[in-house]
């Protein structure tokens, strides 16, 4: 078996920081596969590229936009916990 990190956040804050340094993380097998599915995507640009999208993105990073999407994160993340109940 191979085993990866995973990031888990409790704040909008860190989320944002997570997003902002993107450039800083290692990037395994999970990049490379994510960049062979979508290598167009900015998760997955470098560079000077990675800067222009994403500059081009920032409006929508921040605290109001994220929070837009609470609604709809617990309702997916409810429906996943109501599909792993042990019964």
Known sequence: YRTFPWIFAYSLE???DILKKTRQWQ????????????PNALFVME???WRRHRSL????FNKKSIADFYPLIEEVAVK???KTKIS
Do not use: C, V
């Open 14 to 16: 860190a989320y944002q």
């Open 27 to 38: 990037r395994g097998f999970m990049f490379q596969a994510l960049e062979a599915i979508f």
């Open 57 to 60: 993105m920032n409006p929508f």
């Open 47 to 49: 560079g000077p590229e």
């Open 80 to 82: 996943h916990l109501e």
